[in-house]
């Protein structure tokens, strides 16, 4: 039988893929907005959402 995680509410994204994330307009790190509903670029604070545990990095 196979067992599945519980989805974790305090990081939507697994972490792998959060600490290869980078901003698309600077390419500075990213960082958890408040209540981690999205991320925030931590040179040019640019926010991008997270939907359904996938960042949305289109830049605007």
Known sequence: MSQTKPK??????PKDLFEILACPLC???LEYAKG???LVCS?????YPIEDGIPVMMAK
């Open 8 to 13: 974790s509410t305090e990081y939507p994204i």
């Open 43 to 47: 040179k040019c604070s640019a926010k």
């Open 36 to 38: 981690r509903k999205g």
């Open 27 to 29: 390419k500075a790190d």
